[in-house]
């Protein structure tokens, strides 16, 4: 992955922390996730990015408020039924 090895070359780079742990989001890596989002609002001197952070683990919680228990990478599928017409 590009944002480790961007994290690798400067930790401490908020935006690159950001960016990673949104791609392990997106992954299915609550966990890993959780850990760089907590990571950023500990350590990181910019108040915007710690209230990104601080957002994006807050959706975590509503979306998965279990994600400890939960298998990585499990993906759910929700359907809705409408009836009417729909003349345009």
């Known amino acids: 992955m590009l944002f480790l090895q961007l994290q690798e070359a400067n930790p401490s780079e908020d935006l690159v922390n950001y960016n990673l742990a949104i791609t392990e989001k997106k992954l299915g890596n609550a966990k890993a996730a959780i850990s760089q989002f907590e ?3 500990r350590h990181s001197s910019d108040d915007d990015m710690k209230a990104l ?4 683990l807050q959706r975590l919680a509503r979306t998965n408020p279990q994600s400890s228990k939960q298998t990585p990478g499990l993906w759910t599928l929700g359907t809705k039924i409408e009836a009417g017409n729909y003349d345009n």
């Open 39 to 41: 990571t950023i609002i």
């Open 53 to 56: 952070a601080q957002r994006q």
